[in-house]
């Protein structure tokens, strides 16, 4: 069974959600012009956004980035986006050589053995890149659902980060069905993984498939107690990652 047939359902106010979507996808576009990105992990949410972005023709640069860790269904994206909406997509990868003095320092199979050495390999293979990416931008859409976990139960439509950005989460209200809604009604090309119940996707090493009745992200970082969350995504008030 596809995740089509498992999550897409038309529910109550979906058409002004999408309304609303697109009018904040405009007004973003047309505040911050070329200082404006949509940062997408390629993950459903984010297939969502750059079509809306592609259908509305708005002009909003798409980057992504590759960690070097990630599933090859999930880079195959990159080319289909570029086909399918004429549209590049930035890739912005991690420094090689920071990366071979992390694994060579802490091994290949660090991630597993604590939370600090998780975060370290986050850092080096996500957050520097990220850096890069936003370097000069005034601002960025991401795909933050306050459904995906009580971390992100409160994450407004827009809010500045924590270097002062603004950051829009067009997708803050939507619901799972939504998103898969509009997959279906759209034919937005999306990452097959998401038909074996991963529907959080990260690197390879750090993702697996869910249970029926586990937690949206469960399957990020799954042996470990913690919030499942990179770093990505600092409140700007609090400093807390959600
Ligand atoms: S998700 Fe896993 S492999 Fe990817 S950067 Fe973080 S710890 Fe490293």
């Not at 259908?55 to 980057?63: N, Q, S, T």
């Not at 939370?115 to 520097?128: D, P, S």
């Not at 619901?175 to 809604?181: E, F």
């Amino acid at each position: 069974m596809s995740a089509i047939d498992l999550y897409a359902r038309k529910t109550a106010g979906f058409d002004e959600r999408l309304a609303q979507t697109l009018a904040q996808l405009r007004a973003a576009a047309d505040a911050h012009g070329e200082g404006l990105v949509q940062s997408t992990s390629l993950g459903a949410e984010d297939m969502v956004i750059t079509d809306l972005i592609a259908r509305a023709g708005l002009k909003v640069a798409i980057a992504t980035l590759d960690t070097g860790a990630l599933h090859e269904q999930t880079l195959a994206l990159i080319p289909r986006i570029e086909q399918r909406y004429g549209l590049e997509v930035e890739v912005f990868s991690p420094r090689r050589e920071a990366v071979v003095h992390f694994v060579r320092t802490h091994g290949d199979k660090a991630m597993y053995e604590s939370i600090e050495l998780r975060k370290a390999c986050c850092g080096v293979r996500k957050l520097e890149p990220l850096g890069r990416m936003l370097a000069g931008r005034s601002a960025w859409i991401t795909g933050l659902r306050r459904e995906q976990s009580s971390n992100r139960a409160e994450v407004p439509p827009q809010e500045l980060d924590a270097q002062g950005r603004t950051k829009i989460n067009p997708l803050a209200a939507w619901s799972w069905a939504d998103v898969w809604h509009y997959i279906q009604s759209f034919d937005v090309p999306y990452n097959p993984l998401h038909d074996e119940f991963m529907p959080s996707i990260g690197c390879a090493p750090c993702t697996r498939a869910i249970a029926v009745g586990e937690d949206f992200r469960a399957g990020r970082w799954w042996w470990e107690e913690s919030n499942k969350e990179c770093g990505l995504h600092v409140h700007e008030k609090t400093g807390v990652t959600a």
